[in-house]
């Protein structure tokens, strides 16, 4: 039986770089799928399900790190290459942080670039065949009174045990991954929906006046869920 080639998502919006991508990436033997921007590179990466992403951080619509943080929101296995002009050591920080698996510098030596790629797949392959298991950011989590279940994307709150849309649970993850950091509407769509500035910021509001509802014991003076005028939002928990 023949191996299904391994399948690639390069988000850059350089034509000439990201066709000089494929075309060496396909001369070793892979599948090259290619997004020109942060709204595109998200709607194929949930429509191919691709073994690698190479990602820039200088997107149009979404950078890069928005990208990024909302795929870890979903899979913490997927392996991600950022290839970006922002190589100083605050951006590769901020990349590892937000959970890249590798960052590499433009300009950059294609071969290079290509053994990096190989190793990361070989990776993947070694962690499927030996069914190494990868642990969710969040499997559960409790602040006050309530318990989150991601597992079963099911809470229990002052309104009893209820049950969570895949968005909710996605974007109560979002809040609790950045607890205690400022939130824009603009951000909190970018991560949490995959859309660009132009996004209507009701969407966020409204998920905002639900959350209060679940688990604020007084949703018009809210304790967790807190609005920064001119900002956002903010989950505040202390420990």
Same mark, same amino acid.
């Given at each position: 039986? !023949?191996?299904?080639?391994? /399948?690639?998502l390069i988000? !850059?919006d350089d034509r000439?770089i990201a066709e000089? %991508?494929k075309l060496n ?5 892979y599948?090259v799928?290619?997004?020109a921007d942060?709204?595109a ?6 429509e191919?399900?691709?073994? %690698?992403v190479?990602?820039d951080?200088m997107l ?7 990208i990024?943080?909302?795929i870890?929101?979903e899979?913490e296995?997927l ?7 922002k190589g100083d ?6 990349g %590892?942080a937000?959970g ?5 510098a433009k ?5 290079e670039?290509l053994? /990096?790629? !190989?190793?990361?797949?070989?990776r993947v ?5 030996n069914?190494?298991?990868v ?5 559960t ?5 309530n318990?989150?279940d991601?597992?079963t ?18 974007v109560?993850?979002l809040?609790?991954?950045n607890?205690?950091?400022p939130l824009s509407?603009?951000? %909190?769509l970018?991560?949490?929906?995959g ?6 910021t009701?969407?966020?509001? #409204?998920?905002?006046v639900?959350? /209060? ?5 007084d949703s018009? #003076?809210p304790?967790?869920?807190k ?9 505040d928990?202390?420990d």
């Amino acid at each position: 039986m !023949e191996t299904p080639q391994m /399948r690639i998502l390069i988000i !850059e919006d350089d034509r000439h770089i990201a066709e000089g %991508l494929k075309l060496n990436l396909t001369l070793q033997g892979y599948e090259v799928v290619i997004a020109a921007d942060g709204v595109a590179g998200l709607t194929k990466w949930k429509e191919i399900g691709p073994d %690698l992403v190479i990602l820039d951080i200088m997107l149009p619509g979404i950078d890069g790190f928005s990208i990024l943080q909302s795929i870890r929101l979903e899979d913490e296995r997927l392996p991600i290459l950022i290839l970006s002009a922002k190589g100083d050591p605050d951006d590769r920080i901020k990349g %590892l942080a937000f959970g890249v698996d590798d960052y590499l510098a433009k300009p950059f030596n294609l071969e290079e670039l290509l053994l /990096r790629v !190989e190793r990361l797949l070989k990776r993947v392959s070694w962690s499927q065949a030996n069914s190494v298991p990868v642990l969710p950011t969040f499997d559960t989590y409790h602040f006050g009174g309530n318990h989150i279940d991601f597992k079963t994307n099911t809470a229990r709150c002052r309104m009893g045990e209820i049950s969570l849309t895949e968005q909710e649970a996605k974007v109560l993850k979002l809040f609790i991954a950045n607890r205690g950091k400022p939130l824009s509407r603009d951000k %909190l769509l970018q991560i949490g929906w995959g859309y660009s500035h132009k996004t209507t910021t009701r969407t966020v509001d #409204n998920f905002i006046v639900r959350f /209060r509802k679940y688990f604020e014991a007084d949703s018009r #003076n809210p304790v967790y869920f807190k609005s920064l005028r001119s900002i956002g939002y903010l989950f505040d928990h202390p420990d």
